[in-house]
């Protein structure tokens, strides 16, 4: 027996469909409950320390304006003083120019190199959980076989035989560091994929793509944001790491690593300040977003 037009336009009016704006409300309504939810004094603590790590590396030389590959013949390796607050290098350079510098470029990699990570890790998690169960296990021992392989290792080899500025360390950190998160990121998505919500939506004929970027997004965001904290303190650990090895951003530009390997050269002559202020730079800034997800964390469980 034929379906009446009646019929027809109340089956077609159960089909979900996506309404105008809603992916935008939904992500906007979820951000502004997560801020004010899961705020923490550690969460402002590290979001403040490091918000001033940004400011002094990209304000700093609007109100500090003096060139950092300035060379002054007349004063190699002086002591920080008035007319150089942080010293200056073996070539007579203002350091504290060089540690505005060297904070740009270490906070671009770690930031940006995050980023990659982090969208990487959804793409290949989400892809992971949303397949059929033969192809999330072959992707699953694609993963494995990458978490085998010493992340470390792989940097030092890549940086090793690219050309090396801000733009090829940010791809090579970001790609060799997302298989953690991908593995997080499936995990939850099985879990969350078998809640009522997403089964509803999937009976109202909602496609995967818009379940992934959805439900899945929007309920893993406290987990997502947590573990990007963690990933741009562990991205700035390893270009300082490279850096310290002749692999990171090279002179006459710096970086917080390059600039305390210089230090470090220098270290039996006695310039301490070149060694104290990038190592303390380097510090601030891995606590700085250890503290925040360490914060943001705390108040996801709870505590």
Same mark, same amino acid.
């Given at each position: ?11 077609? #009016? ?23 939810? &899961? ?27 003096? #060139?950092? $590959? ?43 190199? =995050? ?12 892809? %992971? ?8 296990? +072959?992707?699953? *021992?694609? $993963?494995? /076989?990458?978490? /085998?392989? @010493?992340?470390? +290792?792989?940097?030092?080899?890549? /940086? ?28 939850? %998505?099985? =879990?969350?994929?078998?809640?009522? &919500?997403?089964? %509803?939506? *999937? ?15 929007? #309920? ?5 944001? +947590?573990? /990007? ?48 202020? @990038?190592?303390? %730079?380097?510090? $601030? ?6 503290? $925040? ?11």
């Amino acid at each position: 027996m034929s379906s009446s037009p009646t019929d027809m336009n109340v089956n077609n #009016s159960l089909v979900a469909r996506p309404i105008p704006g809603m992916f935008t409300r939904l992500w906007t309504d979820s951000l502004r409950h997560w801020v004010g939810q &899961y705020s923490h004094p550690m969460t402002w603590t590290g979001l403040g320390l490091f918000v001033f790590l940004m400011l002094f590396s990209w304000l700093g030389p609007v109100l500090y304006p003096v #060139s950092p $590959l300035a060379i002054h013949a007349n004063h190699l390796l002086l002591a920080p003083s008035w007319q150089f607050p942080f010293g200056t290098d073996n070539l007579g350079r203002n350091l504290l120019a060089r540690m505005m510098d060297g904070g740009q470029a270490t906070l671009e990699v770690g930031l940006l190199g =995050a980023l990659i990570a982090i969208s990487l890790g959804i793409i290949y998690g989400m892809i %992971a959980a949303m397949s059929p169960r033969w192809l999330d296990k +072959v992707l699953m *021992r694609l $993963l494995d /076989a990458l978490l /085998a392989l @010493p992340a470390i +290792v792989l940097m030092i080899f890549f /940086a090793a035989i690219i050309p090396l500025n801000a733009l090829s360390l940010i791809l090579v950190l970001g790609c060799l560091s997302w298989p953690g998160l991908a593995r997080i990121v499936r995990n939850e %998505a099985l =879990a969350y994929k078998e809640k009522d &919500y997403v089964l %509803a939506a *999937r009976q109202f004929g909602a496609s995967t793509f818009y379940i992934a970027r959805t439900h899945l997004l929007r #309920s893993m965001l406290p987990i997502l944001i +947590v573990n /990007a904290t963690f990933m741009v303190a562990d991205l700035i650990l390893a270009l300082s790491g490279l850096s310290f090895l002749g692999l990171g951003i090279q002179p006459p530009h710096a970086s917080w690593g390059g600039l305390l390997n210089d230090g470090l050269q220098l270290v039996i002559i006695g310039p301490w300040w070149m060694i104290v202020f @990038p190592g303390v %730079a380097i510090f $601030l800034a891995i606590v700085a977003m250890n503290v $925040l997800g360490q914060g943001l964390l705390a108040r996801l469980e709870g505590r």
